[in-house]
């Protein structure tokens, strides 16, 4: 394991971590866009099921992110290193071998 492949797995780690934050706070903008998408697909008088659509097209986007962070490799171990997608970077650490980014041997500027 080199300084460059730990490197490449924690920015790794924080970029699909982000990502998925990054979905939640973007329904806000998202949201409103997919309700008119589906409200001009369904016609007039199905704004109910517009709202569903657009929860739901949210939803499973915002699930497949959760699923991204969560199917990630231990550099380590090579098994599913985190079981859900919120966590501090500062605490991240894998579930089966404890492998951490603070083990790491570079050094980042940011923690």
Same mark, same amino acid.
């Given at each position: 394991?080199? =300084?460059?492949?730990? @490197? ?8 699909? *971590? ?6 939640? #706070?973007?329904? %806000?903008?998202?949201? =409103?866009?997919?309700? @008119? ?14 709202? #569903? ?10 699930? *497949? ?6 199917? #990630?490799?231990? %550099?380590?171990?090579?098994? *599913?290193? @985190?079981?859900? =997608? #919120?966590? @501090? ?23």
């Amino acid at each position: 394991m080199t =300084p460059l492949d730990e @490197f490449d797995f924690w920015t790794n780690v924080a970029n699909r *971590r982000n990502v998925y934050f990054y979905v939640w #706070i973007g329904w %806000l903008v998202v949201g =409103p866009a997919l309700f @008119f998408f589906f409200s001009f697909l369904f016609g007039d008088g199905q704004e109910g099921l517009a709202s #569903i659509a657009a929860l739901l097209t949210w939803g499973w986007v915002w699930f *497949r992110a959760g699923q991204r962070v969560a199917e #990630i490799r231990c %550099l380590r171990c090579n098994e *599913r290193a @985190f079981q859900h =997608p #919120i966590f @501090f970077m500062k605490d991240a650490e894998c579930v089966n071998c404890g492998y951490s980014k603070s083990e790491t041997s570079y050094r980042s500027g940011r923690d």
